[in-house]
């Protein structure tokens, strides 16, 4: 459960690099200018429901009392605290992590993959199980700076418009994935990572130019940008759920449509 200390050393170096840490805590502040408030976070009391219907209490012990060992790792607090601090994750993350990525750390003592992911729940379902079993509410990702319109927001901008066209001429992207484009230019995508030549120059957050050639379907990608730490646990990638599902397939859309830059 959790991750290992270089990883997570990994993730917060990035953030300070590109400034994306301050970036985000403005958005969590103020919602971001013309943009959405942030989601709010998960809920203990439907996160119990998540726990039960799920069967998780089958392996796992969430009290604090009994000396009886399970056989899966206790979910006890105090016991996740500890591991979470062997694993050089806050108790929130590492517990999320533990649950969509189970073989990333093993606590000592059990055996790591016999636990499956739990990766299909939603954002919701897996924001209320972390909550109820940490205690308190749980935001698996914060909220990305997003316009409330962003294709109308683009086409507002000459610049924002200049760059999908150069876009669009550049990488032979079809009329339909034009939309996607629109929204990935507005809706500060940029701000860690690059698009066929636009973006930062030095920056460890992949490039989205050949996002075609992975492979993703619509779906992966619909769910990634919704919960980026559900699919790819410490990203460090702000959700942007607030989109909404048909601006998110918009961008899936054209993530799919990317193949790279046409010479």
Same mark, same amino acid.
């Given at each position: ?12 170096a ?9 970036l ?13 408030s ?6 203990p009391?439907?996160?119990r ?10 392996c796992h012990?969430?009290?604090?009392v009994g000396?009886?060992r ?7 607090v105090?016991?996740?605290?500890r591991?979470a601090?062997a &694993?050089?994750?806050?108790?929130g993350?590492?517990?999320l ?6 073989r $990333?750390? =093993? #606590? /000592? %003592? ?9 990766a299909?729940?939603?954002?919701r379902?897996?924001?209320d ?8 509410p749980?935001?698996?990702t914060p909220a990305a ?12 901008? &000459? ?11 550049v990488?032979?992207l079809? $009329?339909? =994935? #034009? /939309? %996607?484009?629109?929204?990935t230019?507005a ?12 973006g930062p120059?030095?920056t ?5 130019t ?6 993703r379907?619509?779906?992966?990608l619909?769910a990634k940008?919704?919960?980026p730490?559900?699919?790819?646990p ?7 759920e607030?989109l909404g599902? $048909?601006n ?14 046409q010479?």
């Amino acid at each position: 459960m959790g991750s290992s200390t270089a990883r997570r050393r990994r993730s917060l170096a990035r953030a300070a690099a590109l400034g994306c840490g301050a970036l985000l805590t403005g958005i969590l502040a103020t919602g971001g200018a013309g943009g959405t408030s942030a989601p709010s976070a998960g809920s203990p009391d439907r996160g119990r429901t998540v726990y039960l219907t799920r069967g998780c209490g089958g392996c796992h012990d969430a009290s604090p009392v009994g000396d009886e060992r399970p056989a899966g790792p206790k979910l006890e607090v105090k016991a996740m605290t500890r591991n979470a601090r062997a &694993a050089g994750r806050a108790l929130g993350p590492y517990v999320l992590e533990s649950i969509v990525a189970p073989r $990333a750390f =093993a #606590v /000592p %003592g059990y055996v790591s993959g016999a636990m499956p992911s739990y990766a299909q729940l939603s954002t919701r379902e897996l924001e209320d199980l972390v909550s109820y079993l940490i205690g308190a509410p749980f935001a698996a990702t914060p909220a990305a700076r997003i316009p409330k319109r962003p294709v109308a927001a683009c086409d507002a901008s &000459a610049r924002c418009r200049s760059t999908v066209a150069r876009w669009r001429r550049v990488a032979s992207l079809p $009329a339909s =994935a #034009v /939309p %996607g484009a629109k929204i990935t230019a507005a809706a500060d995508c940029l701000t860690c990572h690059r698009y066929a030549g636009s973006g930062p120059k030095a920056t460890t957050a992949p490039d989205l130019t050949r996002q075609a050639r992975r492979k993703r379907t619509v779906a992966w990608l619909v769910a990634k940008l919704r919960c980026p730490d559900c699919r790819t646990p410490a990203s460090g990638m702000p959700s942007y759920e607030a989109l909404g599902t $048909a601006n998110l397939r918009r961008v899936a859309i054209f993530l799919r449509a990317s193949r790279g830059v046409q010479r």
